[in-house]
């Protein structure tokens, strides 16, 4: 395999502003100086720290540094806890309005924030595209996907309470089954989808009558921050607040309060143990996770090679494989690994690297400066025990640009044989037997996903039977991925906690509650639906 050497990485950041396209400048400002906490929206006045931009400026001196986006909210303990106080007077033991507030409207807040925030696509999708490195046209995607999906949750839970609507009646009662709010939730969202995967939180939580705590993620806050302002318009004070800053510091006194009662985290494992042991009572916490994985692909002799390398490069180097649901280990039979191999080093080879704003740009600035140090020290660990980089350059870094990497052979010694890289590197293992591959994920600390790459059932169905026992999500000849929305997305292990979809989000942050009267009584039960919102039927 010959393949060409690609240009310097760092030749293919800017010298200079004017470098830039015009309609893609950014002009630091205040946004993420946005606070939303008890109905006010509020310009902090204390302590910043910059919004760094996951795209650096190229030095004169050949060195790189990341643009300031402009200063970034460092609020403190005593804005997390003012923000529950908020949340926990709205929620008020379940007795607040919001708590009490029929179906209807809820969902009609819901849909003003949806039409309140259209019109503010193109600048989201920007801040986005700067902070994350996310090129536009997906930040765009991600934009109108997380919409779509809160369209779609307020349709869902309007069939959800028709469902509901009627009566049951058995062994002599008769009962409205509903669905009851949990209490004040605290939502925190990763940076890799900084706005979709937060509203995918944020807004089964609200809908459902809980009032919500929105801690922004490290990196994506002036996307969040630009919706401050039309969460306010759309939610009565309390109901919504949105905090920045640093994590410890504002989400454990929190925690410690003891006033949160469901918390919905995606992130990382261990950020999650230390959340739930500061809380008080954990025991009472409902808790929603959404964590690491190390998805595997398992490649059959007998695959597509082709079909499977093209799912597999788009499946692990999709936004620089920085998804939860990326493809982050390919276990492939010896006899065709060679081949698979020479196939994903040339696709992986021929992938457009450049600056987010460039049409068609797939790998692109990394918005932690410290990653692409860390991903090429798992390359330089697995290649010091026997593993190559058959793509030209792959493994190179300059500034926050890390080309990308196909490892293989990677051994059980290595460390990217374990632990989630969480960026553009394509570990490739040769197995003996497809059932090692059980046997690997078996013995792994994940359970999210699989991917089987083959053509006879005789050998994939044994594999699925096992896999439904490993992980919650096993795809035949294509790549892992979180949607359709509507399908489930949870994980075992250290991968997740509760169920995400449209519908199973709408339960997670709920429980069931019922009010039951003998059945001769039945019609008395009907005249109390005229007069309570949580009997009532919605329209």
């Known amino acids: 395999m010959d393949l060409a050497a690609p240009p310097s990485l760092g030749s293919l950041f800017p010298s200079s502003f004017d470098e830039i396209p015009l309609p893609f400048r950014h002009t630091p400002d205040d946004t993420g100086k946005t606070l939303l906490i008890d109905g006010q929206v509020i310009s902090w006045n204390g302590p910043v720290q910059p919004t760094r931009s996951a795209v650096c400026l190229r030095q004169a001196d050949g060195t790189f540094s990341q643009i300031d986006l402009g200063p970034q909210a460092l609020a403190s303990a005593a804005e997390g806890r003012a923000a529950v106080a908020a949340a926990s007077r709205a929620w008020k033991g379940g007795r607040g309005d919001w708590a009490r507030a029929s179906v209807t409207a809820r969902i009609e807040a819901v849909r003003k924030f949806v039409r309140v925030s259209l019109p503010l696509r193109e600048k989201v999708a920007k801040a986005l595209m700067w902070e994350v490195g996310k090129p536009y046209a997906d930040s765009l995607v991600e934009f109108d996907r997380t919409f779509k999906y809160i369209e779609e949750t307020a349709d869902a839970l309007l069939e959800l309470e ?88 504002v989400v454990g006194p929190m925690m410690e309060s003891g006033k949160i009662d469901v918390l919905a985290f995606i992130g990382s494992h261990k950020t999650a143990s230390i959340l739930l042991r500061q809380h008080p009572k954990p025991y009472r916490l409902r808790t929603v996770l959404g964590m690491g994985a190390k998805n595997p692909a398992v490649v059959l002799k007998d695959a597509d090679l082709d079909t499977a390398a093209k799912e597999i490069v788009a499946g692990a180097l999709t936004f620089n494989g920085q998804r939860c649901t990326a493809l982050k280990h390919i276990l492939v039979e010896e006899p065709v690994a060679a081949a698979l191999t020479e196939r994903l080093a040339a696709l992986v080879a021929r992938l457009p690297v450049a600056m987010p704003w460039v049409e068609g740009a797939v790998i692109t600035p990394l918005p932690d400066g410290g990653h692409p140090g860390y991903l090429a020290g798992l390359v330089r660990d697995a290649v010091a025990k026997g593993s190559r980089v058959p793509n030209p350059g792959g493994g190179e870094t300059a500034g926050t640009l890390f080309r990308p990497a196909v490892v293989s052979p990677v051994a059980k010694e290595a460390l990217l044989f374990s632990v989630e890289q969480f960026g553009p590197v394509v570990p490739v293992t040769p197995i003996a037997d497809p059932f090692d591959a059980v046997d690997i994920v078996d013995q792994s600390d994940f359970g999210q996903q699989a991917a089987i790459f083959g053509k006879d059932p005789k050998v994939i169905a044994p594999l699925v039977d096992h896999f439904a026992n490993l992980v919650c999500r096993t795809n035949v000849n294509t790549q892992c991925r979180r949607g359709p929305d509507s399908f489930p997305f949870t994980g075992r292990k250290d991968s997740a906690a509760g169920t995400l979809s449209i519908d199973d989000a709408l339960r997670v942050f709920s429980i069931r509650s019922l009010v039951a009267t003998p059945q001769k009584e039945e019609a008395f039960l009907e005249e109390l639906t005229g007069m309570s919102s949580f009997l009532s039927r919605p329209e």
Do not use: Q
Request: net charge positive; glycine share 10%.
């Open 162 to 249: 028709r469902r509901a609507a009627k009566n049951a009646v058995t062994g002599g009662f008769a009962a409205r089954i509903r669905r009851s709010p949990l209490g004040v939730a605290l939502c925190m969202g990763p940076y890799n989808y900084a706005l979709n995967e937060v509203f995918t939180l944020v807004i089964p939580a609200v809908i459902m009558g809980n009032p919500v705590i929105i801690k922004t993620p490290r990196y994506g806050v002036l996307a969040n921050a630009l919706l401050a302002p039309a969460l306010n318009e759309s939610f009565p004070p309390g109901v919504v607040a949105l905090l920045t800053g640093n994590g410890p510091e």
